[in-house]
């Protein structure tokens, strides 16, 4: 609920839509470094251990709620003529599994000889949001 929160925050300050986008995932990592029991929770489980494995998708479930956020900023930069139109629901899906990927590894390996975890993050968040900008913006 903190994450959906501060995507709610964010998205008020009336940023530019890639700046936006880039701020939601800086946001997302800090608040899984912040609590990572909770990301774990959130994010990492097994799902074929739960009674109900669809349910971590149902209509309302906060990890659901936390993509549907990151869709709807994609959204916002196609409608700027950031991003190209065409694949919508797979930009959104690499930049959250490009985001996720980062902090589900610094939770795992912990004692990786990682560099400056803040220089990887902003290459991290750069890269998955930068490499999706249309040649024209």
Known sequence: ERLLKVFKDVQGENLEPVAQLKKMGEAYVQLAIEDPDGYRIAFMMETDIWTEPQDHLAKGSKGLEVYQMILNAVETCVRYRRMRSDE??????????SIHGLVSLWLTYPTF??????????MVIDSAVGGLITSSS
């Open 113 to 122: 000889p990682w560099v400056s975890k803040q220089r990887l993050q902003q």
């Open 88 to 97: 919508i629901e797979a930009f959104a899906q690499a930049i959250f599994a």
